[in-house]
Each structure stands twice: as structure tokens, then as C-alpha cells.
């Protein structure tokens, strides 16, 4: 049976990708900030479309991303959300939780090139955005995520992403910044 559901940009990324470039520069209680080498995989599955309201057709792929340090091999990020792709407004989606409390419903563009390179762009804000941040009254009070962004390239069966989370955290503002290069394994 043929698959007849247009995942548009998002096809580029089903499968398993595995990288282990990563870099996650965090924010230490002290002012500093943490450096941590890491390795990841990253699964996308076809999770299929539905309409909203009846007028706004989505489709979906599903993903899990599982980050651990390679000082001790302890994962300290993972992650469940999804990328959703709305081909009559031409718009890219990324929605997620992470485990402390912090949900993630970011929006922005993709670009395709003539080199068969596919960029995703998404965006987020706790505040005066259409695409918002929501989260608990202790992270609010104490880790709050100021904003968020994301840019994914895919070319070549590999998938380069830089993420950037603004943390108003420990009495100041930080840029906790997130970067790998992964290749699909399967």
C-alpha cells in the first residue's frame, strides 16, 4: 500500500540519526558555565496528519532524542515531542516536553535548496509571541526559558542542529546553546 500523507520538509528526517559531536554549554549556579561533550540518538517516525477545526490539515513525525555526557556516559537530556508540517500555510512546527516541567510549542519556516539541503527553522517565547513556552511555577520562578530556537540543515543523510535556550537563571540571563552533527543509521 502506498503512503499517500505529505510530510512535505519533514520527510527528510525519518529514520534513527546518531551523532556524537555534541556540545551543551550550560549555566553553573557559581556564574560560569558548564561545557559538556556529548553523544545522541535522535528518532523520528511517520505519526501521520488530522485536521484541526476541521480547516487546518497537519502531518506529523514523532521523535525521541536521548542525550548522555561522554565523561560518564549518564543521559542528562531526553526529550519526546513532535515536528508537524502545515502545507497550506508553509509552516514548520516543533512541539515537546522536557522532563522538568517545561513544555516547547515552537513555529517558524524551512528552506529547500537547490543541493538537496533542507533547513528547518522554529522558534519560541515565554512572552509576546504567537509560539509560546509554557512551564511550572518553580521553573518560572527559578530556571525560567526566556525564549527558544532551533535550526536543523539535512543534507546528505546527515543532520547538523544548533539550539539556543535563553535561561533566566541563577539572577542573570544565559545562553544555554546545544550543537551535534548526526548521520541517519537506519
Given at each position: 500500500?502506498?503512503?499517500s ?8 528526517l ?7 559531536r555534541?556540545?551543551?554549554?550550560a ?14 540518538t ?20 514523532k521523535?525521541?532524542?536521548v ?6 556516559n549518564?543521559?542528562f537530556?531526553d526529550?519526546?515531542g ?29 528552506t ?8 528547518l527553522?522554529?522558534?519560541a ?5 504567537e509560539?509560546?513556552?509554557a ?12 525564549s ?15 539550539e539556543?535556550t535563553v ?16 548521520e541517519?543509521?537506519?
Amino acid at each position: 500500500m502506498e503512503n499517500s500523507i505529505d510530510y512535505g520538509p519533514l520527510s527528510h528526517l525519518v529514520g534513527t540519526w546518531k551523532g556524537d559531536r555534541g556540545l551543551d554549554i550550560a549555566p553553573e549556579e557559581d556564574g560560569t558555565e558548564e561545557r559538556n561533550e556529548y553523544y545522541e540518538t535522535l528518532t523520528f517516525e511517520e505519526a501521520g496528519d488530522l485536521k484541526n477545526a476541521g480547516r487546518q490539515h497537519l502531518t506529523m513525525l514523532k521523535y525521541h532524542q536521548v542525550v548522555s555526557r561522554k565523561s560518564n556516559n549518564e543521559v542528562f537530556h531526553d526529550e519526546i515531542g513532535y515536528w508537524i508540517w502545515d502545507a497550506d500555510a508553509k509552516t514548520v512546527m516543533r512541539s515537546f516536553t522536557i522532563p522538568r516541567a517545561v513544555a516547547v510549542v515552537a513555529g517558524g519556516v524551512y528552506t529547500e535548496s537547490g543541493n538537496n539541503e533542507v533547513v528547518l527553522e522554529v522558534s519560541a517565547a515565554a512572552e509576546g509571541s504567537e509560539w509560546q513556552i509554557a512551564q511550572s511555577p518553580f521553573m518560572q520562578k527559578n530556571a525560567k526559558t526566556v525564549s527558544f530556537e532551533s535550526k536543523f540543515t539535512i543534507k546528505g543523510g546527515k543532520l547538523t542542529f544548533y539550539e539556543k535556550t535563553v535561561l533566566d537563571i541563577y539572577g542573570k540571563i544565559f545562553d544555554h546553546t546545544d550543537e551535534n552533527e548526526l548521520e541517519l543509521v537506519k
